[in-house]
């Protein structure tokens, strides 16, 4: 994983990422919002009933329940994919206890609903955000990972502000603006680059405007909260076992409100058309076709 770090720095410019203290929160949030800089708000989080949880907890909160884990989208054949699908099911709990372990795999939850696996626990956190001046849709998305997993280099399709908090462990993020997209080779109609970012040192020579790049880095400690502006592209490494919930800001103008709304209705309608038969492999044949036109090599 540290191979990996080094590899990013050489062959980029990664700047530091902004970050506030407690007591500096309020004022540094609404500059970063109003520029549409992301920040790192250390220590936001560290009273959240989340930064108390222990791995016993969650396993007693989800029980015996099961779920789909995901991998690496490019190592299973799914870069082209609108979500990547589980490559595996387990138990949560038994995943939960390889966290705990810090055994490294690339198996992640993503998007995961623990509110609807282990409603035992305290879910409720929206109002904690109240003092930064700004109100949040109550619905939590969980991110748990093992050491040495990475999500995809991506934006979120719905053009809204997010809110990380991160607890448990520690995980590292890249953050790119809207002027490095084809830096980072977008694949035309998706949200989603082409580079490999755990691949890094070997895929190089074939992305040369990688070394172009400029963006942001931070390694994340429990209690941690990063904001990311809307269109951002994040991407996220595992360090060791840890999870992260992450809440979308409500927009807070008529105009921002159409974005995001056309944002899920184009998005939501590729991700249903998707499902039907032979309509995911004609768009990654079109996609394919359209990537190859615009960058001149084989996607």
């Known amino acids: 994983m540290e191979d990996d770090f080094l590899c990013q720095i050489r062959i980029m410019k990664l700047y530091p990422m902004p970050e506030s203290q407690p007591g500096e929160h309020k004022d540094a949030f609404e500059k970063a919002q109003t520029t549409c800089t992301p920040i790192v708000m250390r220590k936001f989080a560290q009273d959240w009933p989340a930064n108390h949880w222990t791995w016993n907890d969650l396993c007693r909160g989800v029980g015996t329940r099961t779920t789909g884990v995901r991998g690496s989208a490019f190592a299973n054949g799914q870069s ?9 099911q387990k138990p949560i709990a038994e995943y939960f206890k390889q966290l705990e372990r810090n055994e490294p795999s690339d198996e992640r939850l993503f998007a995961f609903n623990l509110r609807a696996a282990a409603p035992g626990l305290e879910h409720r956190n929206a109002a904690r955000f109240r ?24 934006y979120d399709f719905d053009w809204i ?5 991160h607890f448990k462990g ?3 993020v890249l953050l790119f603006d809207q002027n490095q997209n084809n830096r980072l080779y977008q ?13 890094l040192g070997a895929l190089a020579p074939k992305f040369p405007l990688l ?16 904001y990311i502006p809307k269109g951002y592209w994040h991407h996220i490494t595992y360090v060791t076992g840890s999870f992260s919930i992450t809440y979308r800001i409500w927009p807070k103008s008529f105009k921002e ?11 939501g309608s590729d991700i249903l058309l998707n499902k039907l038969p032979g309509v995911a492999a004609w768009q990654a044949r079109r996609r394919a076709a359209a990537f190859l036109a615009k960058y001149g090599q084989p996607l």
């Open 80 to 88: 082209t994919t609108f979500f990547p699908k589980p490559i595996a």
């Open 131 to 154: 003092p930064l001046g700004i109100s949040v849709a109550e619905i939590p998305a969980y991110f748990f990972g093992a050491p040495g997993s990475d999500t995809r280099i991506h």
């Open 161 to 165: 502000d997010l809110l990380l908090s």
């Open 170 to 172: 520690q995980k590292r």
């Open 187 to 199: 694949i035309p109609g998706t949200v989603h680059s082409a580079v490999d970012f755990s691949q």
């Open 211 to 226: 070394s172009q790049l400029e963006g942001y880095e931070v390694l994340l400690e429990p209690g941690d909260t990063l």
């Open 257 to 267: 409100w159409l974005k995001t709304s056309y944002s899920w209705i184009t998005g």
